[in-house]
């Protein structure tokens, strides 16, 4: 465990998909495989909406669709068909970080007062992929993942006590801020009294952002300098 810091350092919960990067679909194209190879159903994603979700919630949802079990142990089964055809199919997509996203990442990592973790829909072993594929997952120690609940707003608790564990310090929730970029995202900010950033980079506009009740709303992260003075003026 790090000593605790004289700073009153703010915890940073970023969000994976949408936010950070783009896989071209490897995640909906690795779910809709696991389907067709172990149900033999093609629909693929059809009639669900995934964004801002979590992966157990996706497959519980996917499962129930058709009619299959979606008990605890039949998702687990799934998840673990979906990692392996996750790796498949990351490297066959066009992807990428969105522009501007690393530099604010490099930064935050240099700066004592601030330390970075994920809050994502994604499992652990899923999230690592994608971030190992785009070269950015050393940022990330800690997080909170669908490996802690398939309810998006029940994952803050793990994430702050994680932060506790690690760097030794309580991070009172007016210095947390959830980075994302769908309503969910938001909702679950304001589920532990976070702020919530969130960036239209995913598929809800600024204005739809704005109306769910972010505290700040950035289009892109193409200016920095933006995001660091929303984080410096939150005191």
């Not at 950070?20 to 190879?37: D, P």
């Not at 501007?100 to 970075?116: D, M, T, W």
């Not at 994680?162 to 679950?188: K, L, M, Y």
């Amino acid at each position: 465990m790090r000593a605790a810091s004289p700073l009153a350092r703010k915890l940073l919960l970023w969000d994976i998909d949408g936010t950070i990067l783009h896989t071209g679909k490897a995640g909906e194209s690795a779910l809709s495989r696991v389907m067709e190879k172990v149900h033999g159903i093609r629909r693929g994603l059809e009639g669900l909406e995934i964004a801002g979700r979590t992966d157990k919630w996706i497959v519980e949802q996917l499962l129930g669709r058709d009619g299959k079990p979606n008990g605890p142990e039949h998702v687990a089964e799934f998840l673990n068909h979906y990692v392996e055809l996750l790796a498949e199919e990351l490297p066959k997509r066009i992807g990428g970080l969105h522009p501007g996203v690393l530099g604010i990442l490099e930064e935050a990592h240099r700066r004592p007062e601030f330390v970075q973790a994920l809050l994502t829909g994604n499992i652990e072993k899923g999230a690592r992929l994608k971030l190992t594929r785009y070269g950015v997952n050393h940022f990330f120690e800690f997080g909170a993942f669908a490996d802690d609940s398939s309810v998006r707003n029940e994952l803050g608790p793990h994430a702050q006590r994680r932060a506790h564990e690690r760097h030794g310090e309580i991070f009172s929730p007016d210095r947390i801020f959830v980075i994302g970029d769908t309503p969910h995202d938001v909702a679950c900010a304001r589920a532990i009294g976070a702020k919530a950033i969130a960036v239209a980079t995913g598929s809800f506009t600024a204005e739809q952002l704005r109306e769910c009740g972010a505290d700040a709303v950035l289009t892109d992260f193409a200016h920095p300098e933006a995001f660091f003075h929303f984080l410096s003026s939150s005191n």
